[in-house]
């Protein structure tokens, strides 16, 4: 891997984990794109101790769509050719706050669908220009089959997911390739103090069964690889069964 992997959301410990399996398979030029990038002084030792030479920090804004074609723009002018471009920032919110305020929803829907969509169509056009590297974006089985207990970050998702898959599609043929990833629960940062569903996984897991696929050139990967089985059975369950679902 000779170009530069491009983090958006530095900050992220999924993003961070595949980052740094990349250094350790030999990627050496690394940007960590976020809010307060001075802060990022742990995420950077982990990358330089894993092999990277070159670690950049951007300052990044994901819920301020003006700023991402410049921000991008300049990543690839400063640090280019890009091989990987990993989208890992979100929000998980408040599902009940989020019933009671619209604002709150709209936010969450903003930060991880909206954003995305805007991120990933500037990243998807520079790349097509270049010619070459590769998207990583992270859904959820959540966004699979919507539940009422979390149905406004599942509904983010959803649209998430049916997005990535189309440009996808749309990228076949222009030598850019997207990884799309649909993790179940995941214990970490952003689900501390919730108890874990089943089938979880952490984010060293996530980032190992990333990372595979990415090597494989695959298109989707479920984590861990049982929620594909498991969910074409729950999609046929019938919705007085499905609204009860927990989180």
Not at 83 to 97: K, S, Y
């Amino acid at each position: 891997m000779t170009g530069t992997v491009v983090v958006l959301g530095g900050r992220s410990e999924i993003g961070l984990a595949v980052a740094t399996r990349l250094a350790r398979q030999g990627a050496r030029s690394f940007v960590l794109a976020a809010r307060r990038s001075g802060d990022l002084d742990a995420e950077e030792h982990a990358l330089r101790e894993a092999g990277a030479d070159t670690v950049a920090r951007v300052e990044f804004d994901a819920d301020d769509l003006g700023s991402h074609e410049r921000v991008l723009g300049d990543i690839v002018a400063e640090h280019g050719p890009v091989e990987v471009v990993v989208t890992a920032f979100g929000v998980l919110g408040d599902q009940a706050r989020a019933e009671r305020d619209a604002a709150h929803a709209v936010a969450i829907v903003h930060t991880d669908y909206t954003a995305h969509v805007s991120v990933l169509t500037h990243a998807a056009n520079l790349l097509r220009r270049q010619g070459h590297g590769t998207l990583v974006v992270f859904s959820s089985v959540a966004g699979v089959r919507v539940r009422r207990a979390n149905y406004v970050y599942g509904s983010a998702k959803a649209g998430l997911d049916g997005f990535a898959s189309g440009l996808a599609d749309a990228l076949y043929g222009s030598g850019v390739h997207l990884l799309l990833v649909r993790p179940g629960f995941v214990i970490g940062r952003m689900t501390r103090g919730m108890k874990p569903a089943p089938f979880s996984s952490t984010p060293d897991q996530v980032a190992d069964a990333t990372v595979k696929a990415l090597r494989a050139r695959k298109h989707t990967v479920w984590v861990p690889a049982v929620l594909r089985p498991v969910f074409s059975i729950m999609k046929l369950l019938p919705r007085p069964i499905w609204r009860r679902l927990p989180r």
